[in-house]
């Protein structure tokens, strides 16, 4: 099992930043990709960015050149610093993380979510 704590959401104006944490514990494999996705009230939740083991990153269309993300592979946590935010982003803000065991078995896990409203 893994368990994510993410931290760092908020209300900002639109043209701020923050920049969200996510921490993870437990049984946690060298194979893995973390990351982000949002769910705004009424869509379905979406990619956001995520970073894989070996540096490769993903992110999504809307967020390219405003959001990086990050990883401390020490401290087990991945950041995502977002800059430039609009009022479309506003939204709740998931914590991913999916890893590979030994078996060749894909797990996926989720955080609780974090808030993030960009209103001025």
């Known amino acids: 099992q893994v368990q994510l704590v993410e931290s760092g959401g908020g209300l900002v104006q639109p043209g701020g930043s923050l920049r969200l944490s996510c921490a993870a514990s437990?049984?946690?494999?060298?194979?893995?990709?973390m990351g982000w996705y949002r769910q705004a009230p009424g869509k379905q939740r979406e990619l956001v960015a995520t970073?894989?083991?070996?540096?490769?990153?993903n992110y999504a269309d809307s967020v390219k050149g405003r959001f990086t993300i990050s990883r401390d592979n020490a401290k087990k946590t991945v950041y995502l610093q977002m800059n430039s935010l609009k009022p479309e982003d506003t939204a709740l803000y998931y914590c991913?993380?999916?890893?590979?065991?030994?078996?060749?078995?894909?797990?996926?896990?989720w955080g609780q979510g974090t808030q993030v409203t960009v209103s001025s």
């Open positions: 437990g049984s946690i494999f060298s194979i893995n990709t």
């Open positions: 991913y993380h999916k890893q590979l065991d030994g078996l060749g078995r894909w797990y996926v896990y």
């Open positions: 970073r894989a083991d070996t540096g490769t990153t």
